[in-house]
């Protein structure tokens, strides 16, 4: 939480009120340099490396190859903005690949570029907490440029291991095939982030089932925040993987529809599921609250037990402890015995009573 | 529960991160051989093999007759796939066929086909649990290719009978009309499972109302999981026979449709049954916790009663335990007495005095 | 409550997973036989008759006249069969006819029949219930069929009377006009019941505003219930009216689209009541369970004050009571009268405290 | 509430099952007579006139100015009749205006008539109530006539005047913009009622958070049925004056267009409103449940404290009060001191202990 | 709170039942006079001068320059009417731009004007409230028209900064860019009112989680009035920016309409944001809730335990401080000490058994 906020309270510093279209870094701190790699491949070739001096040597997209630039690491403004130069990408578009606070979106420049913005998830074991990583994808006629926030965790390590095996269809594939199989790799990511929220959600719901404790209420309070934070995430891909399905821009080629109809599919699924989540968690946050009742009731019945028994019995003992000069059960010689019988017998009406009514 | 997780687990494991296209099972394993019959029939003829190595022998549709392929077992990746080659499936039709933890979804492959996946839902009395079952159909120009997860329920057997005996209209119609009755009859089958939830649930509400326990309020979760799954298999639909109805595919003959629409209303009728039901356990949870206030509240009452009662009685009788040498009262030979009869009636004062405030 | 669910299992036994289009009548059982009448009129004339052996003398609807072929009863399969046959309606139309079930619906079949299924509401003062009566009706060229469940309530009265006796628009009217009247007298049925609804929620607004009882609970509840079983008939017709009004059909003529409009306009203001019933009735749950809280709060107070105003009474008595042998106080002659005394100022001080504090 | 009550049984009984069409009025009996005044007027003349006996001298429309016909009073069915025969308005029409329990709505008569049924409120101060008031407009080529329920309030006193001396646009504009000086004006007087509400609802606001009362939870309930009220009377004019607004009709100029859609602005900022309002009331309602719980827990802790320290105190007099025969603390002759002693550190132990628990 | 209903008052009082189109200001009292700044501008120059006497020289706007008018103070009629009828502006225009009540809201004037209303908000940390200030921005051929409220924050100084200094793209672009960048500033500023709001939040959040108190709950209810107002100002931005994206007038170019598309893109932003702290209000309120619940459960139980553990010791107390003659025990030399023993274990016992059962 802090962590978001600070990042939060950055922008406002550097962006706001700065004119439209200057370039910015919004986020954290990184210390490594940005890693730009370019791949090049079709079906019978496959060929990568790392392009070093950014400013001397842009590299140009070789027309009959589809090709890859993958540049890992947002925060070297100068870097983008001779990446946006170079291949003509609109500014807005470089703000947002900078802007790691920026919330998913699908933007059309034109017919040259649709250009989309993710949310990379994953689970940080150590602090327990969830960590989003910014992921830019933009998409050309015979090229796809896709910028990560940090590297991290090699997001799309997959696809170069992948690419160079020749496995499946994507080196088959043109550069939207490319395009869809990065989107469809972020998104099963989530897969991975959802089944760790719903073990953590599974323990404590089986917890508050048999035995609920008051700090459960913040432990659920937790989950629900980071099922927000995955819905934040995931909620706006719908509109836009159902918009890129309708799509009829020409970078699009009609057998690549039907898989990104099945990328939205997915994201339709998750959402599904979140929401089931959220249900649940409700229904914890009832099972909790109505245990909660339930005990103070059992505390009341055993108090109301104890008080309504000995209350009498103490009442007949201070009646007898009286120091009247003429009290004749007193002088009585087996009064006290049957004084201690009378309330015995009382106590065990009384016990019976409340057993009877369901207290004990 | 647990099963559930363990399924999505193994889908994370085996599937996510794999190369789109890549066919895997993913769900449970299962001991029993796929069974592949195939049904032919017109208005004339009605002849059913089974289809023993798929490998060998695919067998081709007749032109002339209604084909209806059923595919008991979608675990072997191997068949699945040799169908899907042999009939020119979708890869990704076949992914989904093979992901038993795909939710219901309509897919058009082109002209050809028209898929659709649905949920046999199944209450299981032993273990007190909704199952769901994994259903794919296929609709192409003369066939039907019909893939059912286990065949432990015999799903489609009814429709086997009255192609047999030639009842009703099954056998005249067209590959669209039986596609239509394999739908009907997926659906048909949630009345049973509703019914059986009603059931369950209105035993509770009784219960609930005439004398709620602790349990009841897990008993009650359990139900509104118990709906949600069975609503998550259900609400699908409406979008599915929805699109449907309005389908313009040369697949599905006009007087074919107005069948599809009755399908689309019963869905719509499941729907708003499942809606009700919900609306119901709402309900009678905010019965379940008022009636806890109201317990409490009788709880305090009989503990303030008692309290009110013998704590001033106690009180008198301590006073005149009291040692002091010279009190008066204590010579009085009636003293104790009248002492005994003060407290009688204070006792009987307070006692109407609540009973006016309605606390007994 | 059990009527309606013994309904449904019948439904299930008897209509599940047979084969689609088979007839087969679903509902209570009747023991009366059906009546079928025949009304022809136009602005000169009126006839009408009973038809007694259906299937040998099928009436032939006058090309001259509007036909109302008033069905009462559906549960006799063979006779709604031989009609069907005889005016070539369409067998799911049959179908829904027969199961009482069904909730409402608007179906077009062709350019022939408008088919809408409704349901007559009436309250049965003596079982304390709403009872639901299946109506549906068949609007043709010059003709108009009408099937009711059972004839209990001689539904369509009013409308006989007023075409006899020529009064108002009906008699002019075409079959399209007699349609817009029957639908009018289910809708005007509506008011009556949401009448006597609206009497007994604020009999009962009254009662828990007042003096709740634990009981209240339960009759909000039941109240609820009915609410919804109302809401349930008539959330279908905004829709069915709603069509009917955009209708382009040519056996609904312009001039009679206005009264149609006129019913959906009534069909949403009754919906509109309903909403604000149910909003109200959860309001009354609010003040319901905030009453419950006051109630607890005020019996707390009223324990409190006891408690705090006698333990330290019965403490000081505690004191003097004990047996030390040096007690300079117990000596002292006017001791009693001073304990009594600081005892009483003791009271005196708490109870000024507790009424400051206004536990009192 | 009994008022609003009694209506609806009205019109239950003397209007539904009466054939549709017949003309009744339905609402409170009115003793005052119905006045009809006529105003003619162009930019140059304005003449007012009023209509005594309906049935001989019908007014005829001027061409060349614009006519505007207010009723006063609709109890008069004749009257109402009379008109409506004059200026061929439609039965339907005639019965909307005649019923005071029709909700707004807007209504074309082909192109001769526009239609709409709006609810003046007003705030009764002396019964705090808000009370309805009925009025319907009839927009024609070059007439308004503007129907009142009864003309308690002079509710369209302020257009007579602003016509009388000529002020603002209103002379000068044609029917269509007397039509919407008209609506504005009713609009323009929800303001006031919304002013009123939310005047008492801050009295109860501040009341609520400074120092609760049981008593409370009903005023804002009432408050929560009045706005309810009020929502009901304004939330219908939204989609009214948006189809308005969108108007393609021959009655309505180009250029009054703009005023409609200020209008229409004006409904949807009242609706604003009246949703924030009822956010703040459930919010209050919150605060209100919550300080009900704070408070309970506050009597609770004085319990409690009162308890713990008196019973233990209470229990070692009890056992100096035993008359056992050997007891040598009894025989110390500062027994008694030493034990006064402890009892009074017990307490302040106690005492300690409960300050650090934040229970006083 | 008050201020602003004394706002809604002076509303009433002024505004309501005027002739519509007559001018009046809206709005709290300023004694500040309005200034008038022109400022015009080119790739090439920039100039700026103050319009003092606004009733005889009206600045006309040069053709081949973007003029800007910035009116600062809206409060003084007669120049708002001046610069109105100087420039051709629509009345309602005027009375939207001089009521300061007014909501956000887009309006066309024909082809001429593109008229929209915002509120800027900021954040006020002396009286710890939201101020809204009310903004009117008028897009004309080759000129842009902007009204504020007051000009105690310098809101559009910023640009003035970037036009003088020709920084970024603002000086190359025309009206519509100079439209946007205004537009851009207000939004901007929501940015930083929201991170004040969510300051303050989470340190509510953390007290909470930590140590409710009971004012914390009146806290919550006033951070949830803050943000009700926050979005009240920005939601009808999503409609207004929604439809000047999809804008279709001369007066935008289509260069400009992707940076609308940003602005909207914030918009929406802004509200996903402000969602999620509704959100997390409503979850902080369920645990302050579950809190006092949980703390009511301790108390009881603290009550609980001393209550069943002295009142057993007190009442074998008191049965030996009987005074029956005879009493064996009371005579045994060593029942003294047997007796605090018993009375010592059974203390014990409780103890062990309320540990057990969590109580302690």
């Known amino acids: 939480m802090p962590k978001h906020h600070r990042k939060v309270k950055k922008y406002v510093q550097k962006k706001a009120f700065t004119s439209p279209g200057t370039l910015a870094y919004v986020g954290k701190e990184v210390p490594i340099d940005t890693v730009v ?14 392009v070093r001096v950014m400013s001397e040597c842009h590299p140009d997209f070789n027309e009959n190859h589809t090709n890859w630039l993958d540049v890992d690491g947002v925060h070297e403004v100068s870097i983008i903005e001779s990446i946006g130069k170079h291949y003509h990408l609109h500014p807005l578009l470089l703000e947002d690949v900078l802007n790691t606070e920026q919330k998913p979106k699908l933007e059309h420049f034109g017919e040259h570029n649709i250009f989309v913005i993710m949310k990379m998830l994953q689970y940080n074991e150590l602090i327990n907490e969830i960590e989003s990583e910014h992921v830019g994808l933009v998409l050309g006629k015979n090229y796809v440029i896709s910028f ?10 997959a696809i170069f291991e992948r690419l160079k095996a020749s496995v499946g269809k994507t080196r088959k594939g043109k550069a939207d095939y490319l395009f869809y199989s990065l989107c469809d790799l972020v998104i099963d990511n989530y897969y991975v982030v959802i089944e760790k929220f719903s073990e953590k959600l599974e323990e404590l ?3 508050i089932i048999e035995n609920p404790h008051p700090n459960d209420q913040t432990l659920l309070y937790e989950l629900r925040r980071s ?17 890129l399905t309708r799509e009829d821009s020409q970078l699009i080629q009609p057998s690549t529809n039907i898989y990104l109809r099945d ?11 979140i929401e089931s989540y959220r249900e649940m968690i409700e229904n914890i946050q009832n099972i909790y609250l109505t245990s909660l009742s339930n005990k103070m009731n059992s505390v009341m019945k055993t108090l109301t037990v104890f008080t309504a028994i000995f209350m009498p019995l103490t009442f007949i003992a201070g009646v007898y402890g009286m120091n009247f000069e003429n009290m004749p059960e007193l002088r009585n010689p087996h009064g006290y015995f049957y004084t201690l019988g009378s309330m015995v ?7 019976v009573y409340f057993k009877w009514k369901k207290y004990v």
């Open 205 to 207: 719901e089986i917890k």
């Open 148 to 157: 990560q926030e940090v590297h991290k965790s090699d997001v799309f390590g």
């Open 227 to 243: 099922l927000m934070q995955i819905r934040k995430a995931i909620l706006p891909l719908r509109d836009i993987f159902g918009a």
């Open 345 to 351: 017998i009382i106590g065990i009406v009384f016990w």
């Open 263 to 273: 990328v939205y599919d997915h994201v339709l699924q998750t959402l599904e599921t």
């Open 37 to 50: 790699k370019l791949v090049e491949f079709n079906e019978e070739m496959y060929q990568q490396k790392i």
